[in-house]
């Protein structure tokens, strides 16, 4: 049975910082292109951010620079360390592992941004 399980959510005020984690269980993890995305209240889902099993990164535009994907083979793990936030950030974050036509979709982990 595949398993996604996130960790890492909470409330941070505007300018802090989160690191979200994933663990990938029930998967050949480095495998898969393991991805991040988001979804806010009342929109789509949207990319945030995906690395290769070779560590080759991808990031929507709104997250370069503030946002870094990595992942742990070994542990079956990925990550999002998220730096500067701001209430725009504020969504429910999915890890997501994904190869060929499969997509595999954590529960979610609630960030909010607010003072």
């Known amino acids: 049975q595949v398993q996604l399980v996130e960790s890492g959510g909470g409330l941070v005020q505007p300018g802090g910082s989160l690191r979200l984690s994933c663990v990938g269980d029930?998967?050949?993890?480095?495998?898969?292109?393991m991805g991040w995305y988001r979804q806010a209240p009342g929109k789509q889902r949207e990319l945030v951010a995906t690395?290769?099993?070779?560590?080759?990164?991808n990031y929507a535009d709104s997250m370069k620079g503030r946002f870094t994907i990595s992942r742990d083979n070994a542990k079956k793990m990925v990550y999002l360390q998220m730096n500067s936030l701001n209430p725009e950030d504020t969504a429910v974050y999915y890890c997501?592992?994904?190869?060929?036509?499969?997509?595999?979709w954590g529960q979610g982990t609630q960030v909010t941004v607010s003072s």
């Open positions: 997501n592992a994904h190869i060929g036509t499969l997509d595999y």
């Open positions: 690395i290769t099993s070779s560590g080759r990164t």
């Open positions: 029930g998967i050949r993890f480095s495998f898969y292109v």
